[in-house]
């Protein structure tokens, strides 16, 4: 007993020691991220986490701009290839020197069946080696957009890969146990030291990585908190160093205590309104035999009957950023000029409304998700009571994520919100994926069927034009066009907030990633 | 007694199969898991090709047969969410919540049992109408508030105790556990009397109910005629006799309490099976939730089984009846 006494006494004393040049950083996040395989699954969180682990060949700096990362340079010899130059004396966490041929690896792993980032490399036909240190990717179209497409683009280790029985991205569809679900091999800044999935995980900085640090963590502690108010307690207790996100409600109590702050910014992510546009009748509606939302005054109608300073300032907490257009602010092809909504006017919505024909208004169903977005079904509750003063009833089926996407995604839905952040942070994304007519792989979320030709038409120039100013006249001009039809009804962007404790100091992107490599902690 | 053994055994394997097929036919209703295992940038098509390899377009009862099969075989299948096998999750998970519903338990009976004589012996006293009010609290607050609460009060205002998690835990090969450790054991306490809060009351007023209705009875006015002192009166006598519906409440109650811990494991992000659970199910992680429903009605079906086995042991009439019916 009084041995184990000294031995404790030991190895606290140790553990003092340790401690004081020891900087900790703890910090939590709603959920863990799903997997460590960089090619598992394309979620924005569990990509950016991932991100402080492994790397892409072009990466985002503080504003979001591409900086160097694994690729020092890179340029397009012809409008059909992209050439990287390599970074030289790279190795990877477990000691592999890093070359071209992990990236040309890495590229057809993530081509692979099972793997779900197979879109951001989706335009290249070939990875060419020219050299060691240089790698040609080669397109059958030009597409100027490879190096934003590919940020997340993580390249892992061909020779750790194979040897792990590896060589394939972890798909649950092959029903068995990844080695890379659960490990990690990276060239990133940092590695993980210890993880229980869901509990807890401990990274160390990787003192291999070849970047100039700009931190000074010995080690970080990430820990998934899951309710709010738990969250947010572990904060104000001291017990981690920065939650996010911290949810509105307790925006006002972090900045009071004296002993934290608030950052703030806006998503990426905008939330728009869906009308069904392609039945010859609506599924949940008391019009028979025609579809009021064929007709431009009625989806006028309901934008103008829409209240966003109302909803900013009485559901959104004054934090969110009203949207006039599809894209945010921030993101590639966003047009400022464009950012201005309609007026709010309840009076010429009814006006429309009568002209469309429908004077006494009518009955629809709307789908809202109660689970996905910061206060999704508090925002449809009051679309619905908005909707009600221009004399349509709507009927509200508010339901959590999984039931809610099933429903909308097979298109048995009237009306719904939905949020679009691109995953290559350029309009192109919003434009295909949301906007363009439903065929194949193009339109996957345009729920509502929105269908218009020139837009169509330019999605497509918009991928192949080159010259930076044509494309942003190209992207402007879609949207102008998305925009007086009333495609969608784009409603805001959220506010971003992230608790931290003072004395620590993180950088808030407005993509919600918290880059490890730029957290200091002075005390 | 072996035969009443074997009979409830064979009535505890219906009852987990009943419960198994009842769980996989409510899968449906949770939703479709596959829209959360792709990312946005997958097609329709890419999708509907995830379900078909899946299977989750076949029918419930063949579904059903797959997952039996594979069960009976040893294989649980691979989480949607995590990728790693549902058996291993769920062992990984298991002592964490084993540990908590033991502390809660312990600090529901060994408050609630005392407090219940107490308020049955001393019906008039102050101390018994203060402790009857507070137990209402218990009865009435809902758990989350109360984790709340205490964690408002413990972790943020004080700082005396951790408001999430495990603390520090000792791995004994893949069992773990926070008992041995100072910090595993402060992140205990608020967990524990969260969770056992509830249980404590209904057992307090359970005890004091079973009390005051004993202490009627003829023998114990005839214990107190015969001259036993009122220890032996009130502890030998009544207090046994009131145990055997208590019994039955600690027992029913501790697998209520395990598998229902997810509130108290959401408040304090206590990383147990019912965190994971609530996890799977925001996901549709059918898999997990499959092995998890019936693991848990498994271990009802078990604890229902020792609480009739105890039942024999305190009350010599119960084992009479038994061993009547065995012979039949």
């Known amino acids: 007993m009084k041995r184990a006494g000294v031995a404790l006494l030991a190895l606290g004393l140790a553990l003092a020691a340790f401690q004081a040049e020891a900087k900790t950083f703890r910090y939590a996040y709603r959920i863990d991220p799903a997997s460590l395989d960089p090619h598992a699954l394309a979620e924005t969180f569990t990509l950016s986490w991932l991100g402080q682990i492994y790397e892409p060949l072009v990466g985002r700096g503080k504003d979001l701009e591409l900086v160097s990362?694994?690729?020092?340079?890179?340029?397009?010899?012809?409008?059909?290839?992209?050439?990287?130059?390599?970074?030289?004396?790279?190795?990877?966490?477990?000691?592999?020197?890093?070359?071209?041929?992990?990236?040309?690896?890495?590229?057809?792993?993530?081509?692979?069946?099972?793997?779900?980032?197979?879109?951001?490399?989706?335009?290249?036909?070939?990875?060419?080696?020219?050299?060691?240190?240089?790698?040609?990717?080669?397109?059958?179209?030009?597409?100027?957009?490879?190096?934003?497409?590919?940020?997340?683009?993580?390249?892992?280790?061909?020779?750790?890969?194979?040897?792990?029985?590896?060589?394939?991205?972890?798909?649950?569809?092959?029903?068995?146990?990844?080695?890379?679900?659960?490990?990690?091999?990276?060239?990133?800044?940092?590695?993980?030291?210890?993880?229980?999935?869901?509990?807890?995980?401990?990274?160390?900085p990787n003192p291999a990585w070849w970047g100039v640090k700009e931190h000074n963590l010995t080690e970080v502690v990430f820990t998934p908190i899951q309710s709010d108010a738990t969250r947010v307690a572990a904060l104000l207790s001291g017990e981690v160093d920065m939650v996010y996100p911290v949810p509105q409600q307790d925006a006002a109590r972090v900045n009071s205590t004296g002993k934290h702050q608030l950052l703030t910014g806006f998503e990426l992510r905008?939330?728009?309104?869906?009308?069904?546009?392609?039945?010859?009748?609506?599924?949940?509606?008391?019009?028979?035999?025609?579809?009021?939302?064929?007709?431009?005054?009625?989806?006028?109608?309901?934008?103008?009957?829409?209240?966003?300073?109302?909803?900013?300032?009485?559901i959104m907490g004054g934090t969110s950023h009203i949207a006039g257009t599809m894209v945010a602010p921030g993101i590639n092809g966003f047009d400022a000029k464009l950012d201005m909504r309609l007026p709010f006017d309840p009076e010429a919505s009814k006006k429309l409304l009568a002209e469309a024909g429908y004077p006494s208004g009518f009955e629809i169903g709307m789908d809202c998700p109660n689970d996905r977005y910061v206060n999704d079904e508090k925002?449809?509750?009051?679309?619905?009571?908005?909707?009600?003063?221009?004399?349509?009833?709507?009927?509200?089926?508010?339901?959590?994520?999984?039931?809610?996407?099933?429903?909308?995604?097979?298109?048995?839905?009237?009306?719904?919100?939905?949020?679009?952040?691109?995953?290559?942070?350029?309009?192109?994304?919003?434009?295909?994926?949301?906007?363009?007519?439903p065929k194949d792989k193009i339109g996957t979320y345009n729920v509502g069927s929105f269908s218009n030709k020139r837009i169509d038409e330019l999605t497509d120039l918009i991928e192949k034009e080159v010259d930076p100013a044509k494309r942003q006249a190209l992207i402007t001009e879609a949207l102008t066009i998305h925009k007086s039809e009333i495609g969608h009804i784009p409603l805001h962007q959220a506010g971003l907030a992230w608790g931290v404790r003072k004395g620590v100091s993180v950088h808030l992107r407005n993509d919600d990633s918290l880059e490890l490599k730029w957290v200091k902690v002075d005390d | 007694m072996g035969s009443f053994f074997v009979q409830r055994l064979a009535q505890t394997i219906v009852v987990v199969l009943a419960a198994a097929l009842v769980s996989f036919a409510l899968f449906r209703y949770v939703g479709d898991p596959v829209n959360n295992m792709v990312g946005q940038a997958a097609s329709m098509a890419d999708r509907e090709a995830m379900r078909r390899a899946l299977g989750l377009d076949d029918p419930v009862i063949l579904q059903f047969l797959r997952f039996l099969r594979g069960a009976l075989s040893g294989d649980l299948g691979v989480s949607y969410r995590f990728g790693v096998p549902v058996g291993g999750l769920l062992m990984e998970r298991f002592p964490a919540t084993l540990e908590l519903s033991v502390c809660a338990m312990l600090v529901a009976t060994v408050l609630g049992i005392p407090l219940g004589v107490w308020t049955a012996l001393h019906r008039r006293s102050v101390s018994s109408h203060v402790l009857m009010i507070l137990s209402l609290i218990g009865v009435a607050l809902p758990t989350f508030l109360i984790g709340i609460v205490l964690i408002l009060v413990f972790s943020v205002?004080?700082?005396?105790?951790?408001?999430?998690?495990?603390?520090?835990?000792?791995?004994?090969?893949?069992?773990?556990?926070?008992?041995?450790?100072a910090g595993g054991l402060k992140a205990l306490v608020l967990p524990s009397l969260t969770l056992g809060l509830f249980q404590m009351t209904l057992i307090l007023r359970l005890v004091r109910a079973e009390m005051l209705e004993v202490l009627r009875a003829d023998y114990v006015k005839f214990a107190r005629a015969r001259g036993l002192t009122n220890r032996a009166v009130n502890y030998r006598h009544a207090l046994k006799n009131t145990l055997v519906p208590v019994v039955t409440i600690i027992g029913l109650q501790f697998g209520n309490v395990f598998a229902f811990s997810i509130v108290v494991e959401t408040v304090f992000q206590w990383p147990g099976l019912g965190l994971l659970v609530i996890q799977s199910i925001q996901f549709a992680d059918v898999p997990l939730l499959a092995a998890y429903l019936v693991m848990i009605s498994l271990g009802f079906a078990a604890l229902n089984l020792g609480v009739d086995l105890l039942y024999a042991a305190i009350d010599p009439r119960v084992r009479a009846g038994m061993m009547s019916k065995a012979r039949v």
């Open chain 2, 157 to 181: 205002w004080l700082g005396w105790l951790p408001s999430f998690g495990r603390g520090t835990v000792v791995s004994f090969g893949s069992w773990t556990t926070g008992l041995l450790t």
């Open chain 1, 69 to 204: 990362a694994l690729a020092e340079k890179w340029e397009q010899p012809n409008p059909t290839t992209w050439r990287f130059h390599l970074r030289a004396n790279v190795k990877f966490a477990g000691g592999e020197p890093f070359t071209a041929d992990d990236v040309i690896f890495s590229v057809k792993r993530i081509k692979a069946e099972g793997s779900d980032m197979a879109y951001t490399v989706a335009s290249v036909t070939e990875v060419k080696k020219i050299d060691d240190l240089t790698v040609d990717f080669i397109m059958a179209e030009p597409n100027p957009i490879l190096p934003m497409q590919t940020t997340s683009t993580y390249i892992v280790s061909k020779a750790w890969s194979e040897k792990n029985n590896a060589a394939m991205p972890a798909s649950i569809k092959n029903k068995q146990e990844n080695f890379a679900t659960s490990n990690a091999n990276g060239t990133g800044p940092f590695m993980i030291k210890e993880r229980q999935v869901g509990v807890k995980t401990v990274l160390v």
């Open chain 1, 270 to 314: 905008t939330i728009f309104v869906n009308m069904d546009q392609a039945r010859d009748e609506l599924l949940e509606s008391s019009v028979k035999g025609k579809n009021p939302f064929k007709d431009k005054r009625v989806r006028q109608a309901l934008y103008q009957a829409i209240d966003m300073e109302a909803i900013k300032s009485r």
């Open chain 1, 379 to 437: 925002i449809c509750q009051a679309i619905v009571g908005m909707l009600a003063r221009i004399g349509i009833k709507v009927n509200l089926l508010a339901q959590t994520r999984t039931r809610y996407f099933e429903k909308i995604l097979s298109r048995n839905t009237t009306l719904s919100i939905l949020g679009w952040q691109p995953l290559s942070y350029d309009a192109h994304s919003t434009l295909q994926d949301v906007i363009n007519t």
